[in-house]
Nanobody
Framework: QVQLVESGGGLVQAGGSLKLSCAPS????????MGWFRQVPGKERDFVAT???????YYIDSVRGRFTISRDNAKNTVYLQMNSLKPEDTAVYYC????????????WGQGTQVTVSS
């Protein structure tokens, strides 16, 4: 069973930076599309960024230019570098992965809290 484990969340002041990591366990094959989502209480989980197996990246408008998604294929690991953080970035961040580039995300992490104080 594939498990994704996020790390790197925490409390940071507005304007600061955090780097999230997501590593899998129980995986014997290369994960293809990997991504990050976030959720605040009472709202749906929202897409943040995704990276395809060949490296193309996509972001929501509100984080483009501030967040960078990257991956280490040798480790099946995905990262989210978050700079110039704003209070509205406060959420639980989840990583996701799929075994193909165009299928719905099959695997999800438990989430890591990111809190940005003003």
């Amino acid at each position: 069973q594939v498990q994704l484990v996020e790390s790197g969340g925490g409390l940071v002041q507005a304007g600061g930076s955090l780097k999230l990591s997501c590593a899998p366990s129980g995986v014997s094959f290369r994960l293809k599309r990997m991504g990050w989502f976030r959720q605040v209480p009472g709202k749906e989980r929202d897409f943040v960024a995704t990276i395809m197996s060949w490296g193309d990246t996509y972001y929501i408008d509100s984080v483009r230019g501030r967040f960078t998604i990257s991956r280490d294929n040798a480790k099946n690991t995905v990262y989210l570098q978050m700079n110039s953080l704003k209070p509205e970035d406060t959420a639980v961040y989840y990583c996701a992965a799929s075994s193909t580039d165009h299928a719905p995300y099959e695997h999800w992490g438990q989430g890591t809290q990111v809190t940005v104080s003003s």
